[in-house]
């Protein structure tokens, strides 16, 4: 089986911009969830979808904002970047999300300048 | 508030020679529980996990131990081998009583080396 694929690998941005980052699960899995990872917070959840469905929220800001499609496809969009978005956005898959391994993809390295 | 804290920020270990890396967590809801490696610029790859109903689990030279009492949990790696070097993240989570919801909180990470 083909694993977690993230896209685009690497992004340069400026503050103010807005940025999509997509993100396809392991086929079957419909639960697909966010993280962000800084040196100094480490993983941060961001948002689960499961069915289209938001399911899970962290704390962030509204600009975070994230989507997924009929064929468990998700995207995440942040809006009016800032300096400290600049992380690895890592997006990992599950069958359902219920106790179960997530499998993460190699994630994208979003460069805010 | 940190949830799950792994604190030791390195360990250092000689090849053959057993790595044991440590997890604290302060949320007695966590009933399940995870290691992931991750190498530089990939995604986290998922090692072990272990159901808070057990206090053992083995998977080859992996053994995870859960002290629920102790709010603890530790990782086993026997042998250690150079290809193990990588940053271990310890991850938890809450089944909520709707059992739907699921997200994994990390703790910071131990950045393990074996050395040959």
């Not at chain 1, 948002?47 to 399911?55: A, V």
């Not at chain 2, 053992?56 to 629920?68: A, H, I, S, Y």
């Amino acid at each position: 089986k083909a694993g977690v694929t993230q896209t685009p690998r690497y992004l340069i941005k400026t503050r103010g911009q807005q940025v999509t980052l997509s993100c396809s699960p392991i086929s079957g899995h419909r639960s697909v969830s966010w993280y962000q990872q800084t040196p100094g917070q480490g993983l941060q959840f961001l948002f689960e979808y499961f069915s289209e469905t938001q399911r899970n929220k962290g704390n962030f800001p509204g600009r975070f904002s994230g989507r997924q499609f009929s064929n468990s496809r998700s995207e995440m969009n942040v809006s009016t970047l800032e300096l400290g978005d600049s992380a690895l956005y890592l997006c990992a898959s599950s069958l359902s999300g219920y106790q179960e391994t997530q499998y993460f993809g190699p994630g994208t390295r979003l460069l805010v300048l | 508030d940190q949830q799950v804290k792994q604190n030791s920020p390195s360990l250092s270990v000689q090849e053959g020679r057993i790595s044991i890396l440590n997890c604290d967590y302060t949320n007695s809801m966590f009933d399940y529980f995870l290691w992931y490696k991750k190498y530089p610029a990939e995604g986290p790859t998922f090692l072990i996990s272990i159901s808070s109903i057990k206090d053992k689990n083995e998977d080859g030279r992996f053994t995870v131990f859960l002290n629920k009492s102790a709010k603890h949990l530790s990782l086993h790696i026997v042998p250690s081998q150079p290809g193990d070097s990588a940053v271990y993240f310890c991850a938890a989570s809450v089944r909520n009583s709707g059992g739907s919801n699921y997200k994994l909180t990390f703790g910071k990470g131990t950045l393990l080396t074996v050395n040959p």
